[in-house]
């Protein structure tokens, strides 16, 4: 297998071009994801108030399931045969998701994470036009995975702010 600038070469169907694009976008999904896996598992640790042991076992569910996600979405990078980002400063500068300064009030914390679940959502849809026209059904299922779940994430969350 012969290798170009760091990159494995790969027939799977999919252009250099098509797959390198690709991997952009789903380095930015995967940035994301992982800075939002982080915001859950603080403000699991961190949540206080009457509504703590609802929330502190919803945080519990949503971060274990990004971990196993930011798992699924650095391996099919790999399957595009590039590497994947996996490092805080690389993560910085991919991720839309803020960080939270301090520990903010469970409200708070439940509305920024409503936002953290509907930014990973617009980062997976935004790379859908991509994957889309590159014929790249395993991505385009991924993607659509990720959006059902966090679109559901959303929901359940913003049902607690009602």
Not at 51 to 64: D, P, V
């Amino acid at each position: 297998m012969a290798k170009k600038n760091n990159v494995a070469s790969v027939n799977i169907g999919i252009s250099e071009k098509d797959r390198k694009r690709i991997v952009e976008g789903l380095s930015h999904l995967l940035a994301d994801t992982y800075t939002l896996y982080l915001k859950t598992h603080n403000f699991h640790w961190n949540v206080t108030g009457p509504m703590f042991n609802t929330l502190h076992l919803m945080f519990e569910g949503q971060y274990n399931e990004l971990a196993l996600a930011v798992d699924l979405i650095a391996e099919r990078i790999r399957a595009l045969g590039y590497p994947a980002p996996g490092t805080y400063k690389e993560f910085a500068k991919l991720s839309s998701i803020p960080e939270a300064d301090g520990v903010p009030a469970a409200e708070e914390m439940i509305r920024q994470l409503v936002e953290g679940q509907e930014a990973v959502t617009r980062t997976a849809r935004g790379i859908f036009p991509t994957v889309d026209a590159a014929s790249d059904e395993p991505t385009a299922d991924l993607l659509t995975q990720r959006m059902q779940l966090h679109e559901k994430n959303a929901w359940m969350l913003r049902s607690l702010l009602a």
